[in-house]
C-alpha cells in the first residue's frame, strides 16, 4: 500500500468517527485483541480494513451529523421520542 495507515491514525480515525472498539471490532468481524495490536503498532493493519476506515472518515469530514440542537423547533419542544 503506497500510503500505508499508521496505528495512530487508525485510532484516530475511529476515534473520530465515533466507534467504540467494540462496534469496529463487531463491523470488521475481529476480536478485540486484533483491534488493540492494530492500534498499538503490534500487527500489521489489513490494507482493506485500513482503505475502509480512511474512507469512512473521509466520509464523515465530507458529510457530518446534523447538530439536533439547530434543528429543534422553535416552541422548545422535544420531538417524540423512538420507540424500539
Not at 26 to 40: A, F, G, I, M, S
Not at 56 to 81: F, H, I, K, N, V
Amino acid at each position: 500500500m503506497a500510503n500505508k495507515l499508521t496505528a495512530a491514525r487508525f485510532a484516530r480515525h475511529r476515534k473520530a468517527i465515533g466507534w467504540p472498539r467494540a462496534t469496529l471490532c463487531r463491523l470488521v468481524n475481529c476480536d478485540p485483541k486484533t483491534l488493540w495490536n492494530w492500534e498499538n503498532a503490534a500487527r500489521e493493519i489489513p490494507e482493506e480494513i485500513a482503505a475502509w476506515l480512511e474512507a469512512c472518515a473521509a466520509a464523515m469530514r465530507e458529510l457530518p451529523p446534523p447538530d439536533y440542537q439547530t434543528l429543534r423547533p422553535a416552541s422548545g419542544r422535544q420531538p417524540a421520542r423512538e420507540t424500539t
